[in-house]
């Protein structure tokens, strides 16, 4: 029998998330997949990422899944826990398998390649039925992405059910687009994406990505605008890389740039982490683009790291933030 506990009745969390987490298996110093006699093991899912780097910045956080009870699924549960994530509402399903993705590091012009193997993973076969949806009256926000949705009709059945519970709790919900080509198409995942944002209260993602969405080359401002009002009035924020993110909260837009002169290590994980700065300084009550300042510093951290986690302390990212300028753009 599957077992899943649920979190003590006295607990209240800053943000929920749920989603997949794999192991991450990559090549070192850029050596080819098909030659490597080595892998380096870490942990990555966007929804864990997250949750990581909200917990290591002292937010009280809890991440649900389902994970194979064995030794990857507790390797990847003490990972959490290691690092502060509340790991109590696990589904864990024995005779299942953990997803993993592979990475081959490239220079340009070669790029990097990203391969998974995470079909038919526990994570896969979440069911709405797994989570004690309750605890959303003791939690201030829920956190979800466009990945999980894509696993499979039990994961997207799972969200619709989170959006649920999070509105009819009042728990503000965030959605970051987060598209991957290798799980669903555009024309698959357009419909289901404008179905769950138009009911959150937030929406980020990559300009490529909403672009992409809207079969459209529009940017900035208008591209903002037009999701916003495509969305039911959720407030946008829509990173474009060095040239920082630009949001719409219905009023006013905001364009802060991006940190410069970045050395970057690894990309990978960059928009979780900017996702966990934003949202971390939201919940602290900053203002948007104060708070997209922090998810800017908290990314420029994370790429200059191995690994999809932003292994940031506050002290970090207030000192990046300190050395820059507070001149805001709008």
């Given at each position: 029998m599957a077992l899943t506990t649920s979190s003590n009745a006295t607990d209240t969390y800053d943000l929920i998330t749920l989603g997949e987490t794999m192991w991450r298996l990559s090549t070192p110093d850029f050596v080819r997949l098909e030659m490597t006699d080595t892998l380096d093991v870490t942990v990555g899912g966007a929804e864990s990422?997250?949750?990581?780097?909200?917990?290591?910045?002292?937010?009280?956080?809890?991440?649900?899944?389902?994970?194979?009870?064995?030794p990857l699924g507790r390797h990847v549960a003490q990972t959490l826990r290691t690092f502060g994530v509340d790991i109590s509402g696990i589904y864990w399903q024995p005779d299942a398998r953990l997803g993993t993705y592979f990475i081959e590091f490239?220079?340009?012009?070669?790029?990097?390649?990203?391969?998974?193997d995470r079909a038919n993973s526990a994570a896969s076969q979440m069911h709405p039925d797994?989570?004690?949806?309750?605890?959303?009256?003791?939690?201030?926000?829920?956190?979800?992405t466009g990945i999980t949705p894509a696993l499979s009709p039990s994961c997207l059945q799972t969200v619709r059910r989170a959006i649920d519970e999070a509105n009819r709790a009042g728990v503000s919900v965030s959605?970051?687009?987060?598209?991957?080509?290798?799980?669903?198409?555009?024309?698959?995942?357009?419909?289901?994406?404008?179905?769950?944002?138009?009911?959150?209260?937030?929406?980020?993602?990559?300009?490529?990505?909403?672009?992409?969405?809207?079969a459209d080359t529009i940017?900035?401002?208008?591209?903002?605008?037009?999701?916003?009002?495509r969305w039911q009035g959720a407030t946008v924020i829509m990173?474009?890389?060095?040239?920082?993110?630009?949001?719409?909260?219905?009023?006013?837009?905001?364009?802060v740039p991006a940190f410069t002169g970045v050395q970057v290590v690894d990309r990978i994980g960059a928009g979780d982490a900017f996702d966990a700065g934003l949202l971390c300084a939201l919940l602290d009550g900053t203002t948007l683009p104060e708070a997209m300042r922090y998810g800017n510093?908290?990314?420029?951290?994370?790429?200059?790291?191995?690994?999809?986690?932003?292994?940031?302390?506050?002290?970090?990212?207030?000192?990046?933030?300190?050395?820059?300028?507070?001149?805001?753009?709008?």
């Open positions: 990422n997250l949750a990581i780097a909200l917990a290591r910045m002292g937010k009280r956080v809890a991440w649900w899944s389902r994970l194979p009870d064995n490239g220079s340009a012009p070669r790029p990097t390649q990203v391969v998974y797994d989570f004690d949806w309750s605890i959303f009256e003791r939690t201030r926000r829920l956190h979800l959605f970051d687009l987060n598209y991957r080509a290798k799980l669903w198409t555009w024309d698959e995942c357009r419909p289901v994406v404008d179905e769950l944002a138009s009911r959150c209260q937030m929406v980020m993602g990559a300009t490529r990505d909403a672009q992409n969405l809207v940017e900035g401002e208008p591209l903002v605008r037009h999701l916003h009002e990173t474009k890389g060095d040239e920082g993110p630009v949001a719409f909260d219905g009023h006013e837009f905001y364009h510093a908290v990314a420029a951290l994370k790429m200059t790291m191995f690994g999809d986690i932003a292994l940031v302390r506050r002290d970090e990212v207030e000192a990046l933030l300190a050395e820059e300028s507070t001149d805001i753009k709008r």
